[in-house]
């Protein structure tokens, strides 16, 4: 039986990525740390003053946006943010994954914990119920541009928030919100002034799907060096290449990984000593998809690096408008400054860097998957197979991971760069963050099968030079695609095998082996 994951407090400073995953896939249970209370409870003691004394602040007694210079009367101001969430819950396309939505519930919740919000405490413990309880609001996966926030996918979690919407306990069917957290004994809140704007505004939405993407990324980068080091096997490559010293003499970290990572894989190898001797093989230099294997995942590793510690700022960060800083002292006293911290541009960025890194790895793995599999580039029976002609081996699995390469090259185009206005030209230059880091599931999973096939076509290779044998730790992950996949005698139809390997790389399987 699986150990329940360690429960999460929420201060909003120090949120990790081992305890946003402990949520979001393991149901790991949150709450608020006594801290974060505190400071929530000083920040609400200055939103509730500027109500009583009839100040103007934006967003508690204004219109919201281009609407901003609309005053609203004391009487309105719960009537106000109803409304904001309601009118802002207009998102349309496929619901967020459960995973998704628990990322980014328990994300808004942390930012909210930071207390430069104004919100109650109250408010957000009703957030971390509803994750402990699984109760998931469905939530459209279009509709945000990134700025001011992710603000339709957050109504539409902000709407089951207050009973209404529509939601899913645990793996049920979808129901209201109001039966949901019926169901789940969890009282909707009756927002006060600021509060709907405060769980609308922020970019959680973004930097959920970014950060349960790069996870996935570092699971397919990994298992990408077990097939490149397969390959190089089953293509009789060398190893040479991946010399320590070589990767000294130009040191970026990704690479130097890389090249160890290969280097232990194909450890104690009979194919790499049986033509070690040039006479037999005349090649001196590997073709670059083989040869240039660290360079080119290290620089895949090296910018998903980069794009980790931007979203690392973001887990803990205040992103919403305005921010509330309660002063010390007297209660009630301190200011209320409107700024632009919900704009995704840092995310969107490291989005679509994400998105290029994907991109190249699944075209550098098709690339190898194309020398094993012609008969002009390797000298492996053509297409893998004991009896070419009769048979067409892996030629089509070669061609699925061709589209499966081109499409992700398609969809590698930045986000960031394509801005369009918005809300009366009052947001008029906008991050496209949500869209960015939209497409990365895709993209993963297109890479997820591009890799399976580079796989497939490794292990099929290796056993065609027998009774040479590859190295031990090369063997176990034959060994994992051999648990799921027999060897390709004589054709037959391919696809099954490809997303049983699949599934096994989302599994971690054959990550795992380096580790």
Same mark, same amino acid.
């Given at each position: 039986?699986?150990?329940?994951?360690?429960?999460?407090?929420?201060?909003?400073?120090?949120?990790?990525?081992?305890?946003?995953?402990?949520?979001?896939?393991?149901?790991?249970?949150?709450?608020?740390?006594?801290?974060?209370?505190?400071?929530?409870?000083?920040?609400?003691?200055?939103?509730?003053?500027?109500?009583?004394?009839?100040?103007? =602040?934006?967003?508690?007694?204004?219109?919201?946006?281009?609407?901003?210079?609309?005053?609203?009367?004391?009487?309105?101001?719960?009537?106000?943010?109803?409304?904001?969430?309601?009118?802002?819950?207009?998102?349309?396309?496929?619901?967020?994954?459960?995973?998704?939505?628990?990322?980014?519930?328990?994300?808004?919740?942390?930012?909210?914990?930071?207390?430069?919000?104004?919100?109650?405490?109250?408010?957000?413990?009703?957030?971390?119920?509803?994750?402990?309880?699984?109760?998931?609001?469905?939530?459209?996966?279009?509709?945000?541009?990134?700025?001011?926030?992710?603000?339709?996918?957050?109504?539409?979690?902000?709407?089951?928030?207050?009973?209404?919407?529509?939601?899913?306990?645990?793996?049920?069917?979808?129901?209201?919100?109001?039966?949901?957290?019926?169901?789940?004994?969890?009282?909707?809140?009756?927002?006060?002034?600021?509060?709907?704007?405060?769980?609308?505004?922020?970019?959680?939405?973004?930097?959920?799907?970014?950060?349960?993407?790069?996870?996935?990324?570092?699971?397919?980068?990994?298992?990408?060096?077990?097939?490149?080091?397969?390959?190089?096997?089953?293509?009789?490559?060398?190893?040479?290449?991946?010399?320590?010293?070589?990767?000294?003499?130009?040191?970026?970290?990704?690479?130097?990984?890389?090249?160890?990572?290969?280097?232990?894989?194909?450890?104690?190898?009979?194919?790499?000593?049986?033509?070690?001797?040039?006479?037999?093989?005349?090649?001196?230099?590997?073709?670059?998809?083989?040869?240039?294997?660290?360079?080119?995942?290290?620089?895949?590793?090296?910018?998903?690096?980069?794009?980790?510690?931007?979203?690392?700022?973001?887990?803990?960060?205040?992103?919403?408008?305005?921010?509330?800083?309660?002063?010390?002292?007297?209660?009630?006293?301190?200011?209320?400054?409107?700024?632009?911290?919900?704009?995704?541009?840092?995310?969107?960025?490291?989005?679509?860097?994400?998105?290029?890194?994907?991109?190249?790895?699944?075209?550098?793995?098709?690339?190898?998957?194309?020398?094993?599999?012609?008969?002009?580039?390797?000298?492996?029976?053509?297409?893998?197979?004991?009896?070419?002609?009769?048979?067409?081996?892996?030629?089509?699995?070669?061609?699925?991971?061709?589209?499966?390469?081109?499409?992700?090259?398609?969809?590698?185009?930045?986000?960031?760069?394509?801005?369009?206005?918005?809300?009366?030209?009052?947001?008029?230059?906008?991050?496209?963050?949500?869209?960015?880091?939209?497409?990365?599931?895709?993209?993963?999973?297109?890479?997820?099968?591009?890799? =399976?096939?580079?796989?497939?076509?490794?292990?099929?290779?290796?056993?065609?030079?027998?009774?040479?044998?590859?190295?031990?730790?090369?063997?176990?992950?034959?060994?994992?695609?051999?648990?799921?996949?027999?060897?390709?005698?004589?054709?037959?139809?391919?696809?099954?095998?490809?997303?049983?390997?699949?599934?096994?790389?989302?599994?971690?399987?054959?990550?795992?082996?380096?580790?």
């Amino acid at each position: 039986m699986t150990a329940a994951a360690p429960a999460v407090q929420l201060t909003g400073n120090d949120l990790t990525f081992a305890q946003l995953y402990d949520v979001a896939l393991h149901g790991a249970k949150v709450s608020l740390a006594p801290d974060s209370i505190s400071r929530m409870k000083a920040s609400r003691a200055l939103v509730e003053r500027v109500v009583s004394s009839g100040e103007t =602040a934006y967003g508690i007694n204004t219109g919201f946006g281009k609407l901003a210079s609309v005053r609203i009367s004391a009487e309105q101001v719960r009537q106000l943010q109803v409304n904001l969430v309601r009118s802002h819950a207009c998102g349309v396309g496929a619901p967020l994954s459960d995973a998704e939505t628990r990322a980014m519930m328990l994300l808004r919740a942390n930012a909210l914990a930071k207390g430069l919000s104004g919100i109650r405490p109250e408010t957000v413990e009703v957030l971390c119920a509803m994750l402990n309880a699984k109760v998931h609001p469905v939530i459209p996966s279009q509709g945000s541009v990134g700025a001011s926030g992710d603000l339709a996918p957050l109504a539409h979690l902000a709407h089951v928030v207050i009973g209404e919407g529509y939601a899913r306990v645990g793996t049920g069917e979808i129901i209201t919100g109001a039966d949901a957290m019926r169901q789940a004994n969890i009282k909707p809140v009756a927002l006060e002034a600021k509060e709907g704007l405060s769980l609308l505004n922020g970019t959680q939405g973004m930097l959920a799907l970014l950060s349960l993407s790069l996870r996935d990324a570092d699971i397919a980068t990994d298992t990408a060096d077990v097939a490149a080091a397969l390959s190089l096997d089953a293509l009789r490559g060398s190893p040479g290449a991946f010399d320590s010293r070589i990767m000294h003499a130009r040191a970026y970290a990704g690479a130097s990984m890389t090249a160890r990572n290969l280097a232990h894989l194909n450890e104690g190898s009979q194919i790499r000593e049986s033509h070690r001797d040039s006479n037999k093989d005349p090649r001196v230099q590997d073709a670059y998809s083989l040869r240039c294997t660290p360079q080119v995942h290290g620089a895949v590793r090296d910018s998903l690096a980069q794009a980790r510690e931007m979203a690392a700022v973001e887990l803990n960060s205040a992103t919403d408008n305005p921010l509330v800083f309660a002063r010390g002292g007297s209660a009630g006293t301190g200011d209320i400054i409107s700024g632009g911290n919900f704009h995704g541009q840092p995310l969107a960025m490291a989005a679509d860097q994400v998105a290029i890194a994907i991109a190249t790895l699944g075209g550098i793995s098709e690339r190898r998957i194309e020398q094993m599999t012609n008969p002009l580039t390797s000298m492996l029976p053509a297409f893998l197979t004991p009896e070419p002609g009769l048979n067409s081996g892996f030629m089509i699995a070669q061609v699925t991971a061709a589209a499966l390469t081109s499409e992700n090259k398609a969809l590698a185009t930045p986000h960031s760069v394509d801005s369009i206005s918005t809300s009366g030209n009052q947001e008029d230059y906008v991050s496209m963050g949500m869209s960015g880091a939209r497409r990365l599931g895709r993209m993963l999973e297109n890479l997820r099968h591009t890799v =399976a096939i580079e796989l497939l076509c490794a292990a099929q290779g290796i056993e065609l030079l027998a009774p040479l044998q590859t190295g031990t730790l090369a063997k176990k992950a034959i060994a994992a695609v051999r648990a799921v996949s027999s060897k390709v005698v004589e054709d037959r139809p391919l696809a099954p095998d490809i997303v049983a390997v699949t599934e096994k790389i989302a599994e971690g399987t054959f990550s795992a082996i380096l580790h």
